[in-house]
């Protein structure tokens, strides 16, 4: 099955931030109390360092009269932050930075009753890749020498993740198919507190994304070995692809913003006008680039025919790698 950045790029290709439908209602209707802003995931992780850095960029500028108020709740995989704005109590002033966890989740527990297509499409900020590290003291510099140590280990080799199920246990399960590896995977609350264990060597190696691993990386911490993109990264242009492996598998993490069920049009259109010059403003652009996200802008109709789409293909995916 192929989950690549062409497939997410199709979806928009005929939209931008700059031409997202803004109503005129937006500028009758303001945040009456601090805003709700829920972060599907840990402290520490891609989703955390995202959706603080957008709450400063709106802060710094004087986007809103409100504040937004981040609050991490990634339990269960994010079933917490989901349930949290399904049922909202106001759902014009709750929001959520989103992970791909917003489809596989509501997949893998169905009896949590999310629909996610309930909610309010607000903002597509960008696209994450994955990236297949190893701790500099592991001796291990290339994904050949990688894939030797997990055979000689024979079932002891030890990696990190956010979860069954989650973004980086796709990539791990589908990795570990390709090659027949065998891999203990121990779960985490997110992917900082993952990236953080590697630093230390609590685990062997870790697929994170390059927000997250970036710190050690620059510390000469970490090492890159694989990339899970459509084609070789700016930031590790000596990194290969798996597809330049032979196996046509790339993937990569959203990371947008969501409203509640039943927000108003007028909030609406006021938090995407607000997220829109977030988007546009020089501070998110050099951010897309330092932290090797890539664009993925969309309006309304777009997301939402985005996030039926990707319902399926993670439906799908789930179920060849048996998540």
Request: aromatic share 10%; hydrophobic share 40%; glycine share 12%.
């Amino acid at each position: 099955m192929k989950m690549t950045k062409r497939l997410f790029l199709g979806l928009a290709a005929c939209g931008t931030i700059a031409t997202l439908p803004v109503s005129a209602l937006a500028q009758d209707w303001q945040p009456t109390r601090p805003i709700d802003f829920t972060i599907m995931a840990g402290a520490g992780g891609g989703g955390d360092q995202i959706a603080r850095f957008v709450q400063s960029v709106v802060e710094a500028n004087d986007l809103t009269n409100r504040p937004l108020v981040p609050t991490n709740r990634g339990g269960g995989s994010g079933a917490e932050a989901l349930l949290h704005l399904n049922g909202a109590r106001d759902a014009d002033h709750t929001l959520m930075v989103t992970l791909n966890s917003f489809y596989t989740t509501p997949i893998r527990q169905e009896g949590l009753g999310i629909d996610v297509e309930t909610f309010t499409p607000i903002a597509m900020m960008g696209v994450d890749p994955f990236v297949l590290w190893v701790h500099k003291d592991s001796g291990i510099t290339d994904f050949d020498g990688y894939l030797a140590k997990v055979r000689e280990m024979d079932g002891e080799y030890v990696m990190g993740g956010t979860g069954a199920g989650q973004e980086d246990s796709i990539v791990i399960a589908y990795m570990s198919g390709v090659y027949d590896l065998d891999i203990k995977y121990i779960p985490y609350d997110g992917g900082g507190a993952v990236a953080k264990d590697l630093a230390g060597q609590q685990i062997m190696a870790t697929v994170n994304n390059p927000a997250e691993a970036k710190g050690f990386y620059e510390a000469g911490d970490f090492v890159p070995l694989l990339a899970f993109s459509d084609e070789r990264m700016d930031a590790y242009p000596d990194v290969p692809t798996i597809k330049e492996m032979g196996h046509d598998f790339s993937y990569y993490n959203q990371r947008a913003i969501v409203g509640a069920p039943g927000m108003s049009d007028e909030a609406a259109a006021y938090y995407r006008d607000i997220f829109g010059k977030v988007y546009e403003g020089e501070e998110w652009q050099s951010y897309l680039v330092s932290e090797s996200l890539s664009p993925l802008p969309m309006n309304e109709a777009e997301t939402r025919a985005y996030w039926a789409t990707q319902v399926e293909n993670h439906r799908k995916l789930l179920s060849e790698i048996g998540g």
